[in-house]
């Protein structure tokens, strides 16, 4: 992606929010909607891309970064010394899903760039400095989840990370180092990493920083307050005595290092796969000025009220008969396509629909039939694909739990909530489920399922399972949930064992989701975000949970006040050649 959109502000769907406008360069990245106006896409691949090139070679896989400064989002400002906007990650998190599902040979994963004497100056301060607030929140968001995925890409696809550090690692851009397994910095007298946020711009490092330098590479208390007060960084030597980087090799050495470390890597990965992978074919989308419709899901806003209705439609067939034919099947495969295209949907709503009070949750299907799906996965567990099919619904679910909207399932008449699909009414704020029929109803009445998957394939950003979470006080709760999966249960018997919020007849039904959902979008958005986010992570903390806490809590915070983005703010004045003016006042 990275490129723009070409059209004005005035012609984005309401619900975006930015400051900049939309820079037109001739290299349209986003379909247009029914009534012509254009949004942020985060659908794209290599042919396409302007930041990043991909390459495979054998057992190692080669990311460069070689930002197209001209290529920014928005207008307003250049894409200079490799940093970047959302349109940089959006490429850099599709290139990461591609190693998963197209590159399955690939072991190890070395990220580099390609401009001499800096690897990445982080996120491009006039975009941030331009952008609404609503957008740098989101696009922090965005950022940490993709750094996630780079940890997950080695913690389960047993792909491990190298960043090669050939000069400057400013801010986000040593972020993205922490992200990777290991950290070789280039040892030329010049080449450091730092996190300037604080002493230049009055924020914090956006993506993680703070985080992986304490709890990941455990940097003392001390030096981490040193480094993260110091303009120009730590080099050489200190940097790895600090704990900043894991190594550096001199100029003539660099590449030699580099190559050695990435073929140990690979060698001793756990990742068997073997055989080609399968192509992450485009998605197919069709947008109308009230909704979008994917292949096995559609989205409708309901605008006036607030909110977006995404009913997920089951398979229509039986399982394939192996995993052969599973791979056959490649992005067609009805889970695997339904995740991309609830994660594709959960992102715009997320970037392009920002009054959206609500997400509700709806599915039309065969209950039966996605159980059978997860047998299958199950079955087939061994399998590579099998596996990253059910890695990516981990990060989809985890998405949706850190999304900053009020989530609502309704399950009714005809739904096929079960197993995987049971995940949503978990991650929900609230789940209604219908007693009995409705006059006019010809659908079997409503029913929840659980199945393996639901004790242990799909944990938290916290490491707890939604059920663990939500039976935190109770865990024998947890236990009676599993003696009775696999059976369809009613609507009474999902209230009897916590499943569901509220199971109501048809009498209340109506009145009791119209008097919740106008409820909520008469909340205060703000206090909403806070109370959700505060609600939905019960338990333990883990770094993971860390980072979406201190993002939501502290650096949403921070990027509200003065002294970072008022007329004298840091933000404001970065590179002006004035200085920030502060209110002194410790609050």
Known sequence: ???????????????????QRPLANGKPTSDKLANGKTWIDFQTEPSRYCHWKLAVDGDVATLTMDVDEKAGLFEGYELKLNSYDLGVDIELAD?????????????????????????CAGANIRMLGGASHAHKVNFCKFTNETRNGIEDLSAHSGVKSICAINGTAAGGGYELALATDYILLVDDGTAAVSLPELPLLAVLPGTGGLTRVSDKRKVRRDLADVFCTTE????????????????????SKFEETIAARAKDFAAHSPRTAAGPGIKLTPLKRAFSPSGIEYESLSVDFARAERIATITLRGPSSAPPSSAEAMV??????????????????ILHIRLNEL????????????????????QFLDTNQDHWLAREIRHLWKRVLKRIDLTSRSLVTLIEPGSCFAGTLAEL????????????????????????ALSDVNFGAYPMSNGLTRLECRFLATPENVERARAVRGKMLDAEAAQELGLVTFALDDIDW???????????????????????????FAGPETMESKIF??????QNWIFQRPNAIGEEGALKRYGTGQKPVFDTKRV
């Open 510 to 536: 109506d009145d009791e989701v119209r008097v919740f959902l106008e409820e909520r979008a008469s909340f205060s958005p703000d206090g909403l975000t806070g109370l959700e986010a505060n609600l939905r």
């Open 95 to 119: 290139a990461i899903e591609r190693l998963r599902f197209e590159y399955p040979q690939a072991r190890a994963l070395v990220l580099r760039s390609a401009k001499p004497r800096v690897f």
């Open 1 to 19: 992606m990275g490129q723009a959109m070409g059209q004005a502000m005035s012609d984005i769907p309401s619900g975006t929010d930015h400051a």
């Open 549 to 554: 806490a201190r993002l939501t809590a502290w």
């Open 232 to 251: 120009e960084g730590v080099r050489g030597r200190r940097a790895v005595e600090w704990r900043l980087v894991d190594a550096v090799a001199p100029g």
């Open 355 to 374: 009054d959206v009070a609500a997400i509700v949750f709806k599915s039309a299907g065969d209950a039966a039939q996605v159980l059978a799906r997860d």
């Open 425 to 448: 009414a978990f991650a929900s704020d609230r789940a209604y489920m219908l007693i009995g029929l409705r006059e006019g109803d010809n659908e079997p009445a409503a029913s929840i």
């Open 328 to 345: 056959k099947q490649g992005a067609d495969f009805w889970l695997l396509k339904l995740a991309r295209e609830l994660d594709d949907a």
